[in-house]
């Protein structure tokens, strides 16, 4: 884009925001050039997400009042935290959401005075904030976005999921609600007409999703903690279990030191390994969690718990014992 096409995008962001009434034609006035331009420089402001409109009632085109932020003056500590958490997220950039952030960091960075800018930037150079595994968001910006918007403005939505559960795509019909990031991805929490009942889809397994015109009426917010109950993480079965878990002091103190679940308990023993103690609804998920640990970890009960460890701990022996066979 050459030097003079900025200036007048410039320009037009600046008519825009002025509160003034201005039509194609006052545009095209006002920078010079023909509406047929005018027009052109307007899709050049909506690929680049800068939300103009046209007003019905005075037949011009503005700008949002609120959609360049104000000057904010922050201190030290509060700049180096957001463009760490911001800007320094190993694998953000495709992440929706988190790449916005990170490209805004780029700006913040960039408008700091330029003594601040240099001390920052000799911090944060030395600093990596990591999420670890993340699953694959590539291309999910536009999906995220939609969603958004039809979450807003209530718009019932008809979508393809592959669906795990079902083992196929499903088509269905939703009343987005809630786009929540847990654990290593986004998930959307949405009313599905097809289950009558308020579910949780993966962003990344939707195949195609469109917003309807039409518009449901105004849900109660939704509260993840009722929403979840005391599922492990994300799957409540039904189901509620006493969960008394002994560590060996190999990792007990690493299991110590994290809050894995809102209700956990943890007490030591003399010889260095700790009680853990949860109540969780449903054992799936908690299985996976305890398998990580291997033989550090013993299931005192539920003895429903402890015989399904068993059972995949078989499984496993099986599998490596059929295939020593094989050598």
Known sequence: MNVSKVHRILSLITLLQSGR???AADLARELEVSKR??????????LAHIPYYFDQ???GYRIGRHFFLPPINLTLAEALSMLAMSGRIEGACNIPLLGHGARAAVKLEGSLPSTIREYVGSVLDKMQVSLGPLAN???LDSTFDMLGKAIVKRRICRMKYHSVYEKETIDLEIKPLKLLFMG?????IAYSKMHRENRTFKLSRIDEIAATARVFSKPADIDLDGYFGNAWSMI???REYNVHLRFAPRVAQNVAEV????TQQVA???DDSMDYRVTVDGLREISWWVLGYGDQVEVIKPVLLRKKIVKIAESILSNYTSASEKL
């Open 137 to 139: 968001h590539d291309g």
């Open 21 to 23: 009434n201005y039509s």
């Open 236 to 238: 409540p079965e039904g």
């Open 268 to 270: 030591w023993r003399d």
């Open 57 to 59: 009632e005075t037949g």
């Open 184 to 188: 290593r991805a986004w998930y959307l």
């Open 37 to 46: 331009t005018v027009y052109r420089d307007l899709n050049m402001l909506e």
């Open 259 to 262: 809050r894995w679940h809102k």
